[in-house]
């Protein structure tokens, strides 16, 4: 049997949240739409964030309670606070996210807190969340490096990681937030997770900035890891390198992954219009190596 490896598509949440121009909410669903015509399983639709922090988000519980329901198709959505865990209990979401760091810097200056106030927030969405059997997934971001302290121990990320799946996160992402690791480093980290935590309950958030994302989850792959996210046509820059790429394309790790002979449900021509269909509503070229190529030949 092949084995299959879970894609969390984040693309209309921590892609869009990074484009510099806000997407109308039709075209946001459109987005959503297309995905899930793709034969991908988890598709993040946004983060219940005040629009004006974040003015890309506005309205995302909106957009949840607009899309059609599909029993195969896990949506969530990011509820930072409990403010904005009630908006997504609201509208009936059934997993929502919550995120801290590796970093006490990186935190203090996304959240205005320490890491340990910022799980301590998450304490009441996490007891919400347990009554409404609702589930929680974590998000620890600097995984390698941060922007401000440089190199984060990997002990820390591990200590940080079993924080989050002991109030109750039933997975945690690890985010290669600035694309600056390389596959020894992240093999480090994720030895420091694995001498205390099962792989099942991990995933892996790399960027691109670097070029070294697949790369990277290719090292994850052999350690284990059999949870990715992604983002469709590469959606989301990195904002602590001007004009670098973000979070890594879906398409280039659907190439990756099913061409390493891994399942992943995807469907690869939808999954292909859907990333024309956003990159053209972008009117930016698309990053994914895979997706140049695979146009390339389709029109040649």
Same mark, same amino acid.
């Given at each position: 049997?092949?084995?299959?490896?879970?894609?969390?598509?984040?693309?209309?949440?921590?892609?869009?949240?990074?484009?510099?121009?806000?997407? =109308?909410?039709? *075209?946001?669903?459109?987005?959503?739409?297309?995905?899930?015509? =793709?034969?991908? +399983?988890?598709?993040?639709?946004?983060?219940?964030?005040?629009?004006?922090?974040?003015?890309?988000?506005? *309205?995302?519980?909106?957009?949840?309670?607009?899309?059609?329901?599909?029993?195969?198709?896990?949506?969530?959505?990011? &509820?930072?606070?409990? +403010?904005?865990?009630?908006?997504?209990?609201?509208?009936?979401?059934?997993?929502?996210?919550?995120? &801290?760091?590796?970093?006490?810097?990186?935190?203090?200056?996304?959240?205005?807190?320490?890491?340990?106030?910022?799980?301590?927030?998450?304490?009441?969405?996490?007891?919400?969340?347990?009554?409404? *059997?609702?589930?929680?997934?974590?998000?620890?971001?600097?995984?390698?490096?941060?922007?401000?302290?440089?190199?984060?121990?990997?002990?820390?990320?591990?200590?940080? =990681?079993?924080?989050?799946?002991?109030?109750?996160?039933?997975?945690?992402?690890?985010?290669?937030?600035?694309? &600056?690791?390389?596959?020894?480093?992240?093999? +480090?980290?994720?030895?420091?997770?694995?001498?205390?935590?099962?792989?099942?309950?991990?995933?892996?958030?790399?960027?691109?900035?670097?070029?070294?994302?697949?790369?990277?989850?290719?090292?994850?792959?052999?350690?284990?890891?059999?949870?990715?996210?992604?983002?469709?046509?590469?959606?989301?820059?990195?904002?602590?390198?001007?004009?670098?790429?973000?979070?890594?394309?879906?398409? *280039? !790790?659907?190439?990756?992954?099913?061409?390493?002979?891994?399942?992943?449900?995807?469907?690869?021509?939808? !999954?292909?219009?859907?990333?024309?269909?956003?990159?053209?509503?972008?009117?930016?070229?698309?990053?994914?190596?895979?997706?140049?190529?695979?146009?390339?030949?389709?029109?040649?």
């Amino acid at each position: 049997m092949t084995e299959f490896v879970k894609i969390v598509e984040v693309g209309p949440r921590d892609g869009l949240q990074n484009e510099k121009t806000p997407l =109308t909410l039709a *075209d946001r669903k459109n987005l959503i739409l297309d995905l899930m015509q =793709t034969g991908l +399983k988890n598709i993040e639709v946004g983060s219940c964030v005040s629009a004006k922090w974040v003015p890309q988000m506005a *309205d995302s519980d909106v957009l949840f309670a607009e899309l059609p329901k599909d029993p195969n198709i896990q949506f969530s959505l990011l &509820t930072p606070n409990l +403010k904005g865990f009630e908006s997504a209990l609201a509208v009936g979401c059934k997993e929502v996210a919550v995120f &801290t760091a590796a970093s006490e810097s990186f935190t203090r200056k996304n959240i205005n807190c320490s890491i340990d106030e910022s799980l301590e927030k998450f304490s009441d969405v996490m007891r919400l969340a347990k009554a409404h *059997d609702i589930q929680v997934r974590g998000y620890v971001s600097c995984m390698v490096d941060c922007p401000y302290e440089g190199a984060i121990e990997p002990k820390q990320v591990a200590k940080v =990681t079993q924080q989050l799946l002991d109030m109750g996160c039933y997975e945690v992402s690890l985010g290669e937030t600035i694309g &600056t690791a390389t596959p020894d480093r992240v093999q +480090k980290v994720w030895n420091a997770c694995l001498a205390q935590v099962d792989t099942k309950v991990l995933a892996g958030h790399f960027h691109n900035t670097y070029g070294m994302a697949i790369a990277n989850i290719y090292q994850s792959l052999l350690q284990g890891i059999r949870v990715f996210d992604s983002s469709i046509a590469g959606l989301g820059g990195c904002p602590y390198a001007k004009g670098a790429s973000g979070n890594v394309s879906t398409e *280039d !790790l659907y190439y990756l992954l099913s061409n390493m002979g891994f399942e992943t449900g995807i469907q690869v021509d939808a !999954l292909m219009q859907a990333s024309r269909n956003i990159s053209d509503v972008l009117q930016r070229n698309n990053p994914s190596n895979y997706a140049n190529a695979y146009w390339q030949k389709a029109c040649a």
